[in-house]
DNA sequence: CGCTGACCCTGACGGC
DNA sequence: TGCCGTCAGGGTCAGC
């Protein structure tokens, strides 16, 4: 699921029901994820209060005055507030333990997301190195333009390096090169200035209309058991190969760009 | 430094 | 019904 909206959704779902509380226990129960939970993780959280739930690219940090817990959902992660003393289901993996009757829990069948400790005032070697956050001014067609230059790589790679920018995943890059009308595996560094003033906007656009979306949902996060929001009705490209162009009714081509499903339009695109 | 492909893991799905 | 190959929204890492 999680692609920078799904991750910012769960955010805004957890933090209302997360901060100020205090952890009362931590349960373990399969720690062979990414990389391993700290063994100790279970006592250096105990006892601590959730001072605040912040987003950095797609990684969720639960700060507390002691160090953060550094979440990651990988391809099929998902955190959930669950009632005490709700059986685990398979794949729930580790319990957070909340006073005042919550419990916080992180689903991954997959196991490619990760949960670390990050103490106070380090900077983790994984968030050192990322680009711009896509939603503030930091992420710009002028910085995008200047850094691609003499880059021969296709666009849609340069746009899901999370050096360049973080959290467009491959949902939103298929989608924004098709809004902005752009081939993606066209160079980046062959792309003009104003071609990239086009897909900054439209990445700002579809990133900012799927978290609204996702917001809708946001009940499912407490005691519920639907699954947070998603997106599929309004896109325009991804999953849609063969099908028909919503602009011009071309069929929609599929190629294979860094491993990951790309998905155009030969009409719309160029 | 830039770029490509292998890899981590489970589950769903389509073809035979 | 079962088996097998393929694919899936994440990211790191080695190697050229």
Redesign the pocket.
């Given at each position: 699921?999680?692609?920078l909206p799904?991750v910012e959704t769960t955010r805004r779902g957890v933090e209302p029901h997360v901060v100020g509380r205090e952890v009362e226990r931590v349960v373990l129960r399969e720690t062979r994820l990414?990389w391993p939970i700290p063994p100790d993780l279970p006592s250096r959280l105990q006892g601590q209060p959730l001072e605040a739930v912040e987003r950095r690219?797609?990684y969720l940090l639960f700060r507390t005055p002691v160090g953060t817990v550094l979440v990651?959902l990988?391809?099929?992660g998902s955190l959930r507030l669950v009632s005490p003393g709700q059986p685990p289901a398979?794949?729930d993996h580790f319990d957070i333990e909340l006073s005042g009757g919550h419990v916080l829990r992180y689903n991954d069948?997959?196991?490619?997301g990760c949960c670390l400790w990050l103490p106070p005032g380090e900077t983790h070697a994984?968030l050192s190195g990322l680009g711009p956050e896509p939603l503030t001014g930091d992420f710009n067609a002028e910085s995008l333009y200047r850094r691609s230059r003499g880059?021969?790589?296709?666009v849609k790679?340069?746009l899901?390096d999370?050096k360049i920018v973080?959290?467009v995943?491959?949902?939103y890059a298929n989608e924004a090169l098709f809004l902005a009308g752009i081939r993606p595996d066209r160079a980046?560094?062959r792309i003009s200035l104003a071609r990239y003033r086009a897909l900054v906007e439209q990445v700002k656009l579809v990133l900012t209309s799927a978290i609204s979306q996702g917001g809708t949902t946001l009940r499912d996060f407490v005691g519920g058991d639907g699954k947070p929001g998603?997106?599929a009705q309004q896109l325009y490209v991804y999953g849609r190969a063969g099908q028909p162009c919503k602009r011009c009714g071309s069929a929609l081509r599929e190629l294979r760009i860094?491993?990951?499903?790309t998905i155009y339009c030969v009409a719309c695109q160029r």
């Open positions: 699921m999680p692609e799904e990414r690219a797609k990651h990988g391809m099929s398979r794949h069948p997959r196991r490619f994984l880059r021969k790589g296709p790679a340069y899901m999370q973080v959290g995943g491959n949902i980046a560094g998603y997106f860094s491993q990951r499903s």
